[in-house]
T-cell receptor
Framework: GQNIDQPTEMTATEGAIVQINCTYQ??????LFWYQQHAGEAPTFLSY??LDGLEEKGRFSSFLSRSKGYSYLLLKELQMKDSASYLC??????????WGAGTKLIIKP | GAVVSQHPSWVICKSGTSVKIECRSL??????MFWYRQFPKQSLMLMAT?????????EQGVEKDKFLINHASLTLSTLTVTSAHPEDSSFYIC??????????????FGPGTRLTVL
């Protein structure tokens, strides 16, 4: 079957670093997305990885290991506004998105 | 876990025809479903919120007469793209909220429907 696993909830402190992990099993693979979703809003695109390695975009970085079926989203210098759900989604060989259930990130002062 | 399916997965149609996309919650009831449109590597754009038994709420700039939404049951919402044109080609994604779950913020997303209008 196809599935995505990511933690349900994480808590971190303002100014700290947090890593949100995502493992996936899909029929074929055409890339992995990370989205941020604040309550009541549409998901916003954070990153897309299709090759192995780390991609950095400001405070956010995303890593992919295709051989391990593993990705993580790294958030640095956490701010209160980073409190949100983070969704991991893999694109399979049919270009269908397989979604994780999302990780709710709670930032404490 | 909560599963949302979409049908069809992909569709190619001629300009001027109408296309219906189904969104189903397979193991839970969804009073509210959402329809999104996604362009490559971009954020999901919310098109409309679909409420079971009532009219959908459309976002600004989305033509309700072009994108017809029907949410006739607690497990099914449909999006019909009427008189489709090439600019309607996109990836359409639905999501659903579990009516009976305590967490009212969580949305479960479907795999998407890729529409190509020739």
């Amino acid at each position: 079957g196809q599935n995505i696993d990511q933690p349900t909830e994480m808590t971190a402190t303002e100014g700290a670093i947090v890593q949100i992990n995502c493992t996936y099993q899909t029929s074929g693979f055409n890339g992995l997305f990370w989205y941020q979703q604040h309550a009541g809003e549409a998901p916003t695109f954070l990153s897309y990885n299709v090759l192995d390695g780390l991609e950095e975009k400001g405070r956010f970085s995303s890593f992919l290991s295709r051989s391990k079926g593993y990705s993580y989203l790294l958030l640095k210098e956490l701010q209160m506004k980073d409190s949100a759900s983070y969704l991991c989604a893999a694109l399979n060989s049919n270009y269908q998105l397989i979604w994780g259930a999302g990780t709710k990130l709670i930032i404490k002062p | 876990g909560a599963v949302v399916s979409q049908h069809p997965s992909w569709v190619i149609c001629k300009s001027g025809t109408s296309v219906k996309i189904e969104c189903r919650s397979l193991d839970f009831q969804a009073t509210t479903m959402f329809w999104y449109r996604q362009f490559p590597k971009q954020s999901l754009m919310l098109m409309a919120t679909s409420n079971e038994g009532s009219k959908a709420t459309y976002e600004q700039g989305v033509e309700k007469d072009k994108f017809l939404i029907n949410h006739a049951s607690l497990t099914l919402s449909t999006l019909t793209v009427t008189s489709a044109h090439p600019e309607d080609s996109s990836f359409y994604i639905c999501s659903a909220r579990d009516t009976l779950a305590g967490d009212t913020d969580t949305q479960y997303f479907g795999p998407g429907t890729r529409l190509t209008v020739l």
